[in-house]
């Protein structure tokens, strides 16, 4: 087989079964892209996933770009392939994009570390003793009571449940405001951690799910973030 476009490093197939053969033939076609003129290198592709959708879905994930293809069922490879090579220099500049991108070191949940709620930056406090953990602001301070010898995996946990209350507070008025000014319900919706997306809907349940990291975010992009997935109701 030849290389699907010039400067492409054709990626050996060994001959396997029919089905497993045209899932091989999808994955030599991705990392033909990530390694084509100076893409990263072959970690930065994921499979083609072939789903009951119209329309073929491209992303570039971070932190290493890599990439993943969902598409239809009945799209062929040919076409696929097509798509994809148009779409290179997005693909490019996306990875760019991750790559320059700054990343938040791993948080230890100690004293004067930088954290951040509805977009605005507070120190933690961490007090120890034999109250009940809690979370609160005080001024320019985030502090988080907790008790003696708490591992951070514990304060982390804490942490995480005082913001998810935080949207469990914030998330039902701005669905009761947009659901009047779109003509459209939310049986119910869902917080919890989110690797890759900050929200995703299930048009069929009409329900939500919001990436608990929203409540780090200014009050204005979780309303984006909703109004977003509730256009995919109507």
């Known amino acids: 087989m030849k ?3 010039p400067g492409a490093v054709f990626i050996g197939l060994r001959t396997v079964r029919r089905n497993q053969r045209a899932r091989s033939l999808e994955y030599g076609f991705l990392k033909q892209l990530v390694i084509f003129r100076g893409f990263i290198d072959a970690r930065s592709y994921e499979h083609v996933i072939r789903k ?3 329309n073929v879905h491209l992303s ?3 932190p290493t770009g890599r990439i993943r293809v969902a598409a239809p069922q009945r799209m062929t490879l040919e076409v696929l392939r097509v798509f994809a090579i148009a779409k290179l220099p997005w693909i490019k500049k996306q990875q760019k994009r991750l790559r320059e991108q700054e990343r938040e070191t791993p948080r ?10 509805w977009g605005s930056r507070y120190l933690l406090k961490v007090v120890e003793g034999d109250e009940k953990p809690s979370v609160e602001i005080s001024g320019r301070q985030l502090l988080l009571r907790v ?7 514990r304060r982390e946990a804490i942490l995480e449940e005082w913001q998810r209350e935080l949207l469990h507070a914030a998330i039902p008025p701005l669905i009761a405001k947009w659901q009047k000014l779109m003509n459209t319900r939310v049986n119910r919706y869902f917080v919890q951690r989110m690797k890759t997306k900050w929200g995703s809907c299930n048009h069929r349940a009409a329900t939500i799910r919001l990436n608990t990291d929203l409540a780090r975010k200014p009050r204005e992009c979780l309303e984006y ?3 977003h997935e509730m256009v995919h109701l109507l």
Do not use: C, G, M
């Open 225 to 227: 973030i909703v109004v």
């Open 108 to 117: 230890e949940y100690i004293d004067r570390e930088s954290h951040y709620v």
């Open 52 to 54: 009951e959708i119209k």
């Open 3 to 5: 290389a699907l476009i």
């Open 147 to 153: 008790r003696r010898d708490t591992s951070s995996e």
């Open 60 to 62: 570039v994930h971070p």
